[in-house]
């Protein structure tokens, strides 16, 4: 099946600051979200991206469908940004999410 | 705004009783998931739904079973809940096949705990 993979596993961040995160996976997919799940454990839609690049606010993404991977940007981070980023793919239309590992992000007043 | 809910944020229960996660979307998707989030071991998918009265399983589907009576409720059911059943549980749901968009959304999270 397919292997979804994201780096860096931890990091950490002073206020203010940029941070990109990386997604790889190993096959063609029709659907890619970025998630960040708050500290109530909740999964929040940052980013529905199967191709392209999208920006909502200090956050922006892009994928590279034929290259197989997705970048997620936080500009001047804030400590509310801390928590979990998730990346998850699907292979069909509407199908079950394959998520990766996750990045824990911390940000430092 | 896109509306996933779940019945209860905490729920602590007892090795051996029957339980019943419930879920209600109101985007009218056809598609609905069960996943279940443990530390070390990330999201796995126990069951989903692609219609009223369908399911298939996921990957980890033993000791649960669901329903879906209706299109806007999903049911995840633990016959007789056991202490490694311990999780979060999290809902979700997406639209079919020739949707504009397969976007998933999540509801808030159940957090199971089996004594």
Not at chain 2, 79 to 98: F, H, I, V, W
């Amino acid at each position: 099946g397919i292997q979804v993979e994201q780096s860096p596993p931890d990091l950490i961040l002073q206020e203010g600051a940029n941070s990109t995160l990386r997604c790889n996976f190993s096959d063609s997919v029709n659907n890619l979200q970025w998630f960040h799940q708050n500290p109530w454990g909740q999964l929040i839609n940052l980013f529905y991206i199967p191709s392209g690049t999208k920006q909502n606010g200090r956050l922006s993404a892009t994928t590279v469908a034929t290259e197989r991977y997705s970048l997620l940007y936080i500009s001047s981070s804030q400590t509310t940004d801390s928590g979990v980023y998730f990346c998850a793919v699907t292979y069909n239309q509407g199908g079950k999410l394959i998520f990766g590992q996750g990045t824990e992000l911390s940000v430092k007043p | 705004d896109v509306k996933v809910t779940q019945s209860s944020r905490y729920l602590v229960k007892r090795t051996g009783e029957k339980v019943f996660l419930e879920c209600v979307q109101d985007m009218d998707h056809e598609n609905m998931f069960w996943y279940r989030q443990d530390p070390g071991l990330g999201l796995r998918l126990i069951y989903f739904s692609y219609d009223v009265k369908m399911k298939e399983k996921g990957d980890i589907p033993e000791g649960y079973s669901v329903s879906r009576e209706k299109k806007e409720r999903f049911s995840l059911i633990l016959e007789s809940a056991s202490t490694n059943q311990t999780s979060m549980y999290l809902c979700a749901s997406s639209p079919d096949r020739g949707a504009i968009s397969y976007e998933q959304y999540f509801g808030p999270g159940t957090r199971l705990t089996v004594t």
